[in-house]
Each structure stands twice: as C-alpha cells, then as structure tokens.
C-alpha cells in the first residue's frame, strides 16, 4: 500500500498521502506521506 501511493503522489506531481491498516483486537496504524 505504501508503495503504491507513493507511485499515484508521484504521477500526481507531489503532495500528501495517507495510508492506514487495521488488524484484530481494536490495533490500528497509520502513517502521512509526503512526495515532491
């Protein structure tokens, strides 16, 4: 997933991206992206 949305920042010209997974018993991650 991250991968990926650097690939669309990228072909976007820039910008900010924001990915997030969840896994069971209420866990959570997130993480901002930010491409030039």
């Not at 991250?2 to 910008?15: A, F, K």
């Not at 997974?21 to 991650?29: D, E, K, Q």
């Amino acid at each position: 997933m991250i991968t990926q949305t650097l690939h669309e920042l990228h072909r976007r010209g820039g910008g900010f991206g924001l990915v997030t997974a969840c896994a069971a018993g209420g866990l959570g991650a997130a993480m901002v992206l930010e491409a030039e």
